[in-house]
């Protein structure tokens, strides 16, 4: 089986993008080939024969690929839940072609990160949620989580989620940590997570002024992923 995270999010508008940036663009320093794929991008730009996705080019330009077709191979404008997209933009999320577009990287590249779209439970079609797609692809799952209040119950739930429907979850990583000035639920979040679940924490990333998903600016997230997260843990 190909080596890979599938990043899932408690929530959209999380950092999934932002941490799947950051792993790739640490693992190819490493010498790493890494694919990235985003599934099914939806609130894509552009006119509706050639969508692109922000999300998809960010993820493309971190990791240097060269096949973008592969990256992004579902792509809607309307920023929705794909089973509503698929309706309102006459498109099926064609299921099959996006595990094809999964095996041709992995023919190409040492290592695949894989962004979600939302959270667990996004339907992609009617029964079809964002969890079953991460069951047929077969890879772990990294949780992203911000770090603040509520933490506890989303990453519990989506822990859960995982859990019931037999996915293998790696580890979990905060995100916006502040960097000074903690409040007390960040200050203790991480560790109340671990106590209750048992999943590795793989680290928190912090709130970075100079990264830029739209813009397609890294800033300084290679070298503060480098520092903050265990990016052994990915390969292991
Ligand atoms: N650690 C961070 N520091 C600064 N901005 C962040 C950070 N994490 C996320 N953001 C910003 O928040 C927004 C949502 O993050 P993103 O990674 O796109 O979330 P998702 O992919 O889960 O929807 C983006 O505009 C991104 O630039
Ligand atoms: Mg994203």
Known sequence: MAKGIFVVGTDTGVGKTIVSAGLALV????????????PVATGCVGPMNRLVSPDAVFLFEAAQNEYAPLT???RYR??????????????KVDIKSILKA???LTKIYDYIIIEGIGGLLVPLQKKYYVANLVREIGLPILIVSPIGLGAINHTLLTVDSALIRGLFVK???FNRAPLVNFSLAELTNPKVIHDLTGIPILGSLPELDDVDVEHCRFGKLPEVFK???NVNAFLE
Not at 27 to 38: F, P, Q
């Open 72 to 74: 992004s191979p579902v």
């Open 171 to 173: 580890g979990i990583i």
């Open 227 to 229: 520092d903050r997260i």
């Open 102 to 104: 999964y095996r041709e």
């Open 78 to 91: 309307n920023p929705v839940a794909p089973s509503v997209a698929e309706v309102y933009e006459n498109l």
């Open 27 to 38: 693992l190819k320093e490493r010498g790493i080939r890494v694919g990235v794929m985003k």
